[in-house]
C-alpha cells in the first residue's frame, strides 16, 4: 500500500482543562466554598465541572454565578460521604481524563490518597490545603494562603514536545500559527515524525500537507501526565499549488552543463568550470537568481526551490526529496533513508536537483 496525499488540520491548546475537587466537611465548608470561588473565577472556559471526595458525580459550571448559587445545597448533599478520591478519579479515567489538571481543596488527605501518588493522573492533582498541616509526605499540596495566583501557576502543565507522526507519515509542508512555531522533519529510531517548537505558550493551529497510509496523530508529551495523542481533521489544501520558474538562457547553459556533468564557461569571469560549480572563484553566484541553502529541482526549462516546503513528493509518492537534500524512499510498510543528493543528481525522470548550502 502507497501513501496517499492528505491535507490535515491540528489545534494545540496551552492551557489545559480543570477540574475541581472539593471536600464537604461541617468544619471547613465555609473556606472550602469560598476558595472554591475564587478559583472558578478564574478559570473561564477552562473548568471541567465540580466534584465531592467520595461522589463520582459532575456538577456543572456553566457560568461563575452558578457556583454560589448552588454551593449550599450542593455541600448539604455531600456532607458525611467518606473522603475518597477513587469514586472521583476513576470517573475522569472512564471518560478518558488524558491532559486535564484536578484541584483538590481539603484540610486532610483523602483515605485513599496513596492509591494515587506515582500514577499519570496523579501526577496531575494538585491538592490545595486549606489548613496549616501538611497533608503527607509525597503528596503535591500548597496551602490556599499562597493566593490564587500562585495555586494557578501551580496548576500549570505545559508541552514539553510535540510532534505529528502516524502510519506512512512523511510531511510535505507545514504552516503554524504563531508564526515562530518552528517545524523540523526528525528521522530516527522511532521513525518519523514533524517535531514543532514554540517559544510562546499560545495555542497552536496547524496546517499540514502529507503522505500517510493511515491517520496521523499530534502527540504531545507536557510537563505532567500521560502523553496525548490529537486527531488531525481533512481539509481543503491550505497550500498553494506549486510554480515552477523559467530558466533564462544563461543559466539553461549552466543548468545543461551540470545535467550532462561536463564544463561550462563562466559569464562571470570567462573561464571554464566544472560542472558543479555553484560560486565563481573570483566572486559571484554562477547560478545567479536561483535560491540558495535549499534544494533546488531542475528540468531543461525550470526550476523549483523547496525553500517553503519540507520535502517534494517523486515517482508518484513512492519518493520524497526533502528540502535539505536528502532522498528517502518508501519500502514495504516505512520511508528508507536512501542518500543525501549528489549535484544534479537525476531523482525522477526528466528532473535533476541540487543542494548547496553556503
Known sequence: MCPDEVDLYFELSFSVPVCLVLEADEYTRDIVSQAASSLIQRLPGRLKGVYFLGNPFRYHVLLHRDFPENAPHWFRE???RVSLLNPVLESLEKEGWQQGVVIVLCSRPPVDVEDWLGTPLGERIVF???GDTSLGQGINEMPFSVGVDAILAGIHNPPLDIKVKGPGFF???ASCEPKDTKPSLVCN???LSLNLSTAGEVDLSIHIKALCTGEPELVV????GQEERIKGSRERSWFSKERWSPLSDEIKEVVSAGIEQRGFVCSLCGEEHDFDTVMCPQGGLVLSGIPLNTTVIFTREGFLALYDSIAYPL???KRVLTEDGRLFEWKGREWIFLRSIEPYEEVEDGKWALFHSL
Not at 508529551?221 to 505532567?224: A, E, I, S, V
Request: proline share 5%; aromatic share 0%.
Open 221 to 224: 508529551k507536557r510537563q505532567r
Open 171 to 173: 510531511p510535505l509542508k
Open 128 to 130: 490545595v490545603r486549606m
Open 189 to 191: 529510531a522511532e521513525g
Open 78 to 80: 455531600n456532607l458525611g
Open 315 to 317: 515517482m508518484d509518492g
